[in-house]
């Protein structure tokens, strides 16, 4: 069996919101089997939801959170969807949910193994983003040379 060394560098946002720089190496198999489409479907329904990323990452920044921590780092979010995005996710294993028995109620969050397995995957994805974003710029940037020279 054939294995491939990937490896990118770059300075990412760390789990606690600092700029630090490191390499991700990952290792692959060449002759692992494809993935299906149902695959990618299914991965794509327990993240799809327009805060699902955003609660998994602060929850990557602190191994615990209560309700109103994810609200106050979320403001953009209204408290209802925040509760849906949240319930969505502990029905589907990615988030546990741990309830008080105590006035006012307590209600922490905190990720659970399969939860934690999508570290490498939101990495990835924030590389991704980081280069898209250096070379869209680049791309605005050649289009802005290109209008002045046509002066």
């Known amino acids: 069996m054939r294995r491939v060394l990937q490896s ?20 692959s198999s060449a002759s692992a089997p ?27 920044s602190a191994p615990v959170m209560r309700l109103s921590e994810l609200q106050r780092l979320m403001s ?38 399969s939860g934690n397995g999508l570290l490498p995957v939101l990495q990835s994805l924030q590389i991704w983003a980081v280069e898209r974003k250096r070379l869209t710029s680049a791309v605005v940037d050649l289009d802005a040379c290109a209008t002045d020279d046509g002066r």
């Open 34 to 60: 494809p993935c299906s489409s149902s695959d990618l479907e299914e991965a794509l329904h327990v993240l799809e939801g327009r805060w699902k990323i955003l609660i998994l990452y602060h929850l990557f």
């Open 76 to 113: 953009a979010a209204s408290s209802k969807m925040l509760v849906q995005q949240l319930r969505d996710l502990e029905r589907r294993g990615v988030v546990r949910r741990t309830v008080y028995p105590q006035v006012p109620p307590k209600v922490e969050y905190a990720l659970t193994e």
């Open 8 to 27: 990118q560098e770059g300075t990412f946002l760390s789990n606690r919101h600092h700029l630090v720089s490191m390499t991700i190496t990952s290792e």
